[in-house]
């Protein structure tokens, strides 16, 4: 079994910037892609970025490329999130997630991971 603990969320005003870090624990963890996705109150669950967890290629949402940065620290088994120029429509619970280990195209699918951390709020103020 693995768990994920995701951290760093908070309050913050639009322009502001927060890193977010996902750590997992438990048996031996080798996703094939570690995730984050955000659930802002009424809406469905989405996608917002994730990163090959051996090799690093990253992946993004349109509405947040540019101004987000998905990283990892392989060693640690630790993911981040670093959220640059923030706005208010960011706002949401923000939860990581770890996938199966083989490979599939669909990063961007809640049906693609099997572990969920329990999520970190990120509340920007305009």
């Known amino acids: 079994q693995v768990q994920l603990v995701e951290s760093g969320g908070g309050l913050v005003q639009a322009g502001d910037s927060l890193r977010l870090s996902c750590a997992a624990s438990g048996r031996t963890f080798s996703p094939y892609y570690v995730g984050w996705f955000r659930q802002a109150p009424g809406k469905e669950r989405e996608f917002v970025s994730a990163?090959?967890?051996?090799?690093?290629?990253?992946y993004y949402a349109d509405s947040v490329k540019g101004r987000f940065t998905v990283s990892r620290d392989y060693a640690k088994n630790t993911a981040f999130l670093q959220m640059n120029s923030l706005k208010p429509e960011d706002t949401a619970l923000y939860h990581c997630a770890a996938s199966r280990s083989y490979f599939t195209s669909t990063y961007y699918s809640t049906t693609t991971y099997n572990y969920w951390g329990q999520g970190t709020q990120v509340t920007v103020s305009s």
């Open positions: 990163i090959a967890w051996r090799g690093g290629t990253s």
